[in-house]
């Protein structure tokens, strides 16, 4: 059974720092990339991060200089690190992974094969 599972969402005040974990299970995660993409109240999903299996990274302009994504392939876990927090940063975060070999694209949701269910970060001003 596949299983993406975030943790580490919370409340903030701005200018804090997050750190998210996503566990995947139930797959060959070492074929997979993985991304992070995350859906404010009224608004579309987007991606945030993602990294590929050989650990390319790409993150989204608007975090660049803030969020870093990174992977323990041991622990089959992907991880988010978000300093310097806003509150245009709360959102639900929710975890993805997409098969490398098929051409999937770990920026793009709906190429994703897998979700988690997401954890909410709420960042106070």
Known sequence: QVQLVESG???VQTGGSLRLSCAASGFVYATYSMGW???APGKEREAVAGTTTDGRTSVAESVKSRFTISQDN???TVYLQMNSLKPED???????AV?????????V?????YWGKGTLVVISS
Do not use: H, I, W
Not at 109 to 113: F, G, N, R, T
């Open 99 to 107: 098969l490398e070999e098929a051409g999937g694209n770990c920026l």
């Open 109 to 113: 949701a709906p190429s994703m094969d």
């Open 74 to 76: 041991a622990k089959n």
């Open 90 to 96: 709360t959102a639900v975060y929710y975890c993805a």
């Open 37 to 39: 993409f995350r859906q």
């Open 9 to 11: 969402g919370g409340s």
